[in-house]
């Protein structure tokens, strides 16, 4: 692109990173698409909205470049999994949704950093970064959110996270701590029935095989929950069957068909965990 192009395009670009704050959110809409349809021409502007003063700017053009995914992104997106402020939600959390977009793997000793954050929107994005990157390193990391007994009804999306991410790693050693959250009866009711079903979907996923459909409706849900609860059960010799250890090979067994699809669709990649229909207005 000749020069006065160049210098047309920067212009254009930033007459439109100055709309998306507009007030108007139809404006501010509108804006968004029309950086999305210029894509990688528009990145170098995005790079440098990313460290514009404006936390609102820097958190919007984050989420741009995830959506651009040009890679040239990833040294100004893995600085902003340390800035703190806030648009809603961090801008280090819009990061790091970003840089799961991207792929680039040399981020994650980032994102797992990032696991350890007091931030729970950057937890939630960096552990469904680290699934979606298939970051084996991260399992132990995971694991331990799963765990984690601050999560809450305000923290539940964090544990369903990390479920999924456990799940597409297919950790047979994440058996037990999937599995025993479908018998926790501590979690509050709004997060029982939500971190349950990524649980199970995780463990679907693990063993490559399913215990009803966890994607039908509420009924067929709670049945599908209660087949995997049955089925633990039985394995760990609650129900005079062999021992936790089995399962644990029978994971392995799944982990080495791979190649095999499962026997229900997973969530798309960049989809965030569904809200089970019975959930929305508890």
């Given at each position: 692109?000749?020069?006065?192009?160049?210098?047309?395009?920067?212009?254009?670009?930033?007459?439109?990173?100055?709309?998306?704050?507009?007030?108007?959110?139809?404006?501010?809409?509108?804006?968004?698409?029309?950086?999305?349809?210029?894509?990688?021409?528009?990145?170098?502007?995005?790079?440098?909205?990313?460290?514009?003063?404006?936390?609102?700017?820097?958190?919007?053009?984050?989420?741009?470049?995830?959506?651009?995914?040009?890679?040239?992104?990833?040294?100004?997106?893995?600085?902003?999994?340390?800035?703190?402020?806030?648009?809603?939600?961090?801008?280090?959390?819009?990061?790091?949704?970003?840089?799961?977009?991207?792929?680039?793997?040399?981020?994650?000793?980032?994102?797992?950093?990032?696991?350890?954050?007091?931030?729970?929107?950057?937890?939630?994005?960096?552990?469904?970064?680290?699934?979606?990157?298939?970051?084996?390193?991260?399992?132990?990391?995971?694991?331990?959110?799963?765990?984690?007994?601050?999560?809450?009804?305000?923290?539940?999306?964090?544990?369903?996270?990390?479920?999924?991410?456990?799940?597409?790693?297919?950790?047979?050693?994440?058996?037990?701590?999937?599995?025993?959250?479908?018998?926790?009866?501590?979690?509050?009711?709004?997060?029982?029935?939500?971190?349950?079903?990524?649980?199970?979907?995780?463990?679907?996923?693990?063993?490559?095989?399913?215990?009803?459909?966890?994607?039908?409706?509420?009924?067929?849900?709670?049945?599908?929950?209660?087949?995997?609860?049955?089925?633990?059960?039985?394995?760990?010799?609650?129900?005079?069957?062999?021992?936790?250890?089995?399962?644990?090979?029978?994971?392995?067994?799944?982990?080495?068909?791979?190649?095999?699809?499962?026997?229900a669709a997973p969530p798309p990649a960049d989809a965030k965990p569904e809200t089970p229909k019975s959930d929305e207005k508890k």
């Open positions: 692109m000749a020069p006065k192009g160049e210098a047309l395009l920067a212009e254009d670009v930033g007459k439109l990173l100055e709309k998306l704050m507009a007030v108007q959110s139809m404006e501010s809409f509108d804006a968004r698409e029309e950086l999305l349809e210029i894509g990688r021409p528009a990145v170098d502007g995005l790079l440098k909205a990313a460290k514009d003063t404006r936390p609102e700017m820097r958190h919007l053009a984050c989420d741009l470049l995830g959506e651009i995914r040009d890679p040239k992104a990833v040294p100004v997106l893995a600085e902003a999994l340390g800035d703190k402020d806030e648009f809603g939600t961090s801008v280090a959390s819009a990061a790091a949704r970003a840089l799961g977009r991207l792929g680039d793997r040399g981020v994650i000793p980032s994102l797992l950093k990032a696991l350890e954050s007091p931030d729970r929107d950057l937890r939630y994005e960096a552990a469904r970064a680290l699934g979606i990157l298939r970051a084996d390193e991260a399992k132990a990391g995971l694991r331990k959110l799963l765990k984690d007994a601050a999560e809450t009804s305000h923290h539940r999306l964090v544990r369903c996270a990390a479920a999924e991410a456990l799940g597409r790693l297919r950790d047979g050693e994440a058996l037990e701590d999937l599995a025993a959250l479908l018998s926790d009866e501590t979690m509050e009711r709004r997060t029982e029935r939500r971190v349950k079903l990524y649980a199970a979907l995780a463990l679907e996923r693990i063993m490559q095989k399913g215990q009803g459909n966890l994607r039908g409706s509420d009924k067929e849900r709670d049945e599908a929950l209660k087949a995997w609860s049955d089925w633990w059960k039985k394995r760990t010799g609650k129900a005079d069957e062999p021992k936790a250890a089995d399962a644990k090979s029978d994971a392995k067994a799944g982990e080495a068909k791979t190649e095999e699809k499962p026997s």
